[in-house]
């Protein structure tokens, strides 16, 4: 099938006169060009002409040495193909800063003839060949775990994920100058790639915003998010990509607080996770207003809102459809749009269904699938050794479990004992994520670790309030055993208080539970329900 070669040149004037003309002259080919922290990649088939102009631009001008990637079986579709990729490996090698603009709005995942050849066989040729060269630092199964790659604005969209790419950006155009705020809200579930379309939309409307023909230039623009660990990753990204900036990324309190001491709107305010925002006032957490949600749309010209209610975990933060409509129906024109294709887990509709009944306190048979790895274990020691072994194997394998355990935040180390095993809870304060430290194997996460994230396999502990009742065959869930104090501080205005305290910890056993690419594996505390389980 021919060889992938690779020729690297300086890149200046005199060098592109000297190389003679060769095939490759008119003939689709990648190419990228880099100093030592600065990398820019493209594709083209007018390598010269295409290298003239990138020397007359000021920026690329700085860029030292160009490298060109040559195939004789090379076509549009497979360089659009491998520079996209190439994009998104060198944004999670963090190795350098990308000058790269997001791809036009052709950038669509589609097939094409032969495709897997290119995107796999053609590209790791590619990779391990820049590895050998030392102009890149890590393997590509090492950047495939790692979250700045997973949620990077460069990403190839589904046709989904793009039309509402275009509806968001669309609607930030049309509304920028209304008078009244406007809101458009977006709902999905677990896995869904709600922050992949998030980070996309944010990174095209930052380029805008440095624009000069944009309706949206000079916009003052935020991407909000309530979780420390996902504004971890934002950050993480915005430091290597060029129109992006670390204090664009903020927590709702922090941008709150800063909007009202500055007294003006900022322009378009994206919340990922807004399932998280407060929905009364906390003065652990520096909010003193009613309802965060009120105040970001009250600070704001454009808010486009992301959220599932399926993942609302503590009182405090209490969502349900009622209570949002009431806040956004005067600014928002139309139904919520929703995100429905499932992502994350390589698992057919049957594992999602079981879960999804499993949540809603009914216990089904266990669905059989060929490509996930679904498991019920009798002894949660056997279950983390599994884990363990599975992290070997493909790396980002961890045990999380429910909030059933004493946890507290006072430096102090706090353990899960479940027959012989004896685990630490999570560790939190490093730059990665939780789950991306090495360490953290020998540690089980909660949800507040864990969500929005993915990881390959995960080990599920089911603590001592998630019980059977074997009167009715279902899911019993007991809210005094639950550890999470926090959860269920702030009661008022929830009309039935145990109600919404149950479904606190049927939604962390659904978070927990979608986490898996490849496998979930579960052990339940409760005797009662293991001995049911394992009868599945």
Same mark, same amino acid.
């Given at each position: ?48 002409? =295409? ?43 963090? =190795? ?201 749309? +009250?600070?704001?010209? /454009? ?29 928002? =024109? ?103 430290? =090495? ?18 396999? /995960? ?39 145990? +109600? ?37």
């Amino acid at each position: 099938m021919g060889i992938t070669k690779l020729k690297t040149w300086d890149f200046n004037k005199s060098t592109l006169e000297s190389i003679k003309n060769d095939t490759y002259f008119d003939y689709p080919v990648v190419y990228f060009l880099n100093n030592n922290t600065t990398v820019y990649i493209g594709e083209t088939v007018a390598f010269k002409n =295409r290298m003239k102009a990138h020397l007359n631009n000021i920026e690329r001008k700085k860029l030292e040495k160009m490298t060109l990637i040559i195939h004789e079986q090379f076509h549009r579709s497979a360089t659009y193909n491998i520079e996209t990729k190439l994009i998104n490996y060198f944004l999670g090698d963090d =190795r350098y800063k990308l000058q790269n603009k997001s791809q036009t709005a052709q950038s669509v995942t589609h097939n094409y003839h032969n495709k897997e050849f290119y995107d796999k066989e053609i590209f790791n040729d590619i990779w391990k060949e820049l590895l050998k060269r030392k102009m890149v630092n890590n393997p590509a199964h090492v950047i495939e775990n790692r979250d700045i790659f997973k949620l990077s604005p460069f990403k190839e969209l589904t046709m989904t994920q793009l039309e509402l790419k275009s509806k968001i950006l669309e609607e930030c155009e049309k509304h920028i100058n209304d008078k009244e705020t406007f809101v458009f809200m977006v709902k999905g579930e677990a896995g869904v790639g709600k922050s992949v379309v998030l980070s996309s939309v944010f990174n095209s409307i930052q380029e805008l915003a440095a624009d000069k023909n944009s309706t949206l230039h000079n916009t003052k623009n935020y991407l909000l998010v309530n979780h420390s660990e996902m504004l971890k990753t934002y950050k993480n990204i915005a430091a290597n990509v060029k129109f992006l900036k670390k204090n664009n990324f903020d927590k709702p309190t922090s941008f709150i607080n800063k909007q009202k001491k500055a007294a003006e709107k900022a322009d378009i305010v994206l919340v990922d996770e807004a399932h998280l925002l407060l929905s009364r006032a906390d003065a652990f957490n520096g909010f003193n207003e009613n309802n965060q949600l009120e105040e970001i749309i +009250r600070h704001s010209k /454009v808010v486009i809102v992301v959220y599932d209610e399926k993942q609302v975990l503590k009182l405090k933060s209490y969502w349900d459809k009622n209570r949002l409509k009431k806040i956004v129906s005067g600014y928002q =024109r139309e139904e919520p749009y929703v995100l429905r294709e499932q992502f994350r887990m390589n698992a057919g509709d049957d594992v999602i269904e079981w879960i999804d009944n499993f949540v809603d306190k009914r216990i089904g048979k266990l669905p059989k699938d060929e490509l996930y790895d679904f498991q019920i274990f009798d002894s949660a020691k056997e279950m983390h050794d599994a884990i363990v072994e599975k992290n070997k194997q493909h790396g980002l394998s961890r045990v999380v479990s429910t909030f059933d355990y004493e946890h507290k935040k006072d430096g102090e180390q706090y353990y899960i004992r479940e027959d012989s095993l004896e685990i630490p809870w999570n560790s939190t304060d490093t730059k990665n994520t939780w789950a991306e430290e =090495r360490e953290t194997i020998k540690e089980a996460g909660s949800i507040y670790t864990i969500q929005g994230f993915d990881l390959n396999y /995960v080990g599920v502990i089911l603590g001592p309030s998630v019980t059977y009742d074997e009167q009715n065959d279902c899911l019993k869930i007991i809210t005094e055993k639950y550890s999470d104090t926090e959860a269920f501080r702030g009661k008022d205005g929830i009309e039935d208080v145990e +109600r919404a305290k149950e479904q606190i910890i049927l939604n962390s056993i659904n978070v927990l539970m979608k986490r898996g690419i490849k496998g979930l594996y579960v052990y339940a505390s409760d005797e009662g329900l293991r001995e049911r389980l394992l009868r599945l």
